[in-house]
């Protein structure tokens, strides 16, 4: 499905990737574990063309995309949630979850159904649909970047980091909505990152260790 060959990247003169390479199969759902800083965002912020690669290659069904514009990325199936939720303040929470699907122009009766199958997946976002973006908790916003992402992921969903800053209680719901994921999007690849891997233990089905800017099995 997803396959990501010999990718480097440098920022300020570091060289973050190097020759990093991995493949995601549809219906796998995958961990991206390693220390803070040894390239787990870089790794997702390349993929989506959010960064400049100094080499390699990213292909999705064969086709290479890693010259496309990340918002053509996304139009191809690539859902991604960043770390920091990026969330616009004055906008209603449905405002922000539509925002991909506006962004790419789709048409109105085709938004309509991805976001009533977003809210049939996250019911928590319907009742939160008209407050502002600002006025959500740290773990209602993770779920709001979730919902974001599932507007256009139909092939691959990248969640960066989205257990950073929960509390217990709320780490734990956001694992049993994942693992519920599997249910409601089985055909989707799904890469996670995190530094630990412990709340995922039932949803990966398999785990990816970075280190110094390259990618194993763990």
């Known amino acids: 499905m ?4 010999n990718l480097s990247v440098e920022i300020a003169g570091v060289k973050v990737l190097r020759s990093l390479g991995f493949e995601l ?3 796998v759902r995958s961990v991206l574990i390693g220390r803070n800083g040894a390239g787990k965002t ?14 390699g290659k990213v292909t999705l069904d064969g086709r290479e995309i890693q010259d496309l514009p990340s918002h053509e990325r996304a139009r ?12 616009i303040a004055g906008f209603s929470i449905e405002d922000n979850i539509l925002l991909p699907a506006l962004a790419l122009d789709l048409p109105a009766a085709e938004r309509k159904r991805r976001l009533e199958e977003v809210y049939a997946f996250l019911p928590q976002l319907a009742q939160l649909k008209d407050r502002p973006g600002g006025g959500v908790s740290g773990g209602q916003g993770k779920m709001v970047a979730l919902g974001r992402a599932l507007m256009v992921a139909d092939r691959v969903l ?18 049993r909505t994942l693992a519920r994921l599997r249910d ?3 055909e989707i690849a799904v890469l996670v990152t995190e530094s630990s891997p412990k709340l995922l233990d039932d949803v990966a089905d398999e785990t990816l260790l970075i280190e110094r800017g390259a990618v194993s099995r763990a």
Do not use: S
Not at 2 to 5: K, Q, T
Not at 159 to 170: H, I, K, N, S, W
């Open 158 to 175: 990248f969640l960066d980091e989205p257990f950073q800053g929960l509390a217990p209680a709320l780490a734990l719901d956001y694992a």
């Open 42 to 55: 870089t790794t997702l912020r390349a993929i989506m063309g959010l960064l400049p690669r100094e080499g």
């Open 184 to 186: 409601h999007r089985p």
């Open 76 to 87: 191809l199936g690539i859902g991604y949630a960043p770390e920091d939720r990026r969330l």
């Open 25 to 27: 199969k549809a219906g």
């Open 2 to 5: 997803l396959v990501v060959e």
